[in-house]
């Protein structure tokens, strides 16, 4: 899926897709280069196996 940087809030990228939907990613998501208006992909996949610890990791992405 590819999406466009429409701006930053704080530890926030605000990514529009399809020209309507907008996402919220902790910005640590993306790369430090990436600036409004860059275009960037991302997918999602099922993992095979679950993974251990996620409360911490939940917790680590929303400091």
């Given at each position: 899926m590819k999406a466009v940087i429409?701006?930053?809030?704080?530890?926030?990228?605000?990514?529009e897709t399809d020209g309507k939907i907008m996402w919220n990613v902790p910005r640590q998501?993306?790369?430090?280069?990436a600036r409004e208006g860059d275009t960037v992909e991302f997918s999602f996949k099922i993992?095979?196996?679950?993974?251990?610890?996620?409360?911490a990791l939940v917790e680590e992405i929303f400091e």
């Amino acid at each position: 899926m590819k999406a466009v940087i429409d701006r930053f809030e704080e530890k926030w990228a605000v990514l529009e897709t399809d020209g309507k939907i907008m996402w919220n990613v902790p910005r640590q998501f993306l790369p430090p280069e990436a600036r409004e208006g860059d275009t960037v992909e991302f997918s999602f996949k099922i993992m095979p196996e679950p993974m251990h610890n996620n409360r911490a990791l939940v917790e680590e992405i929303f400091e």
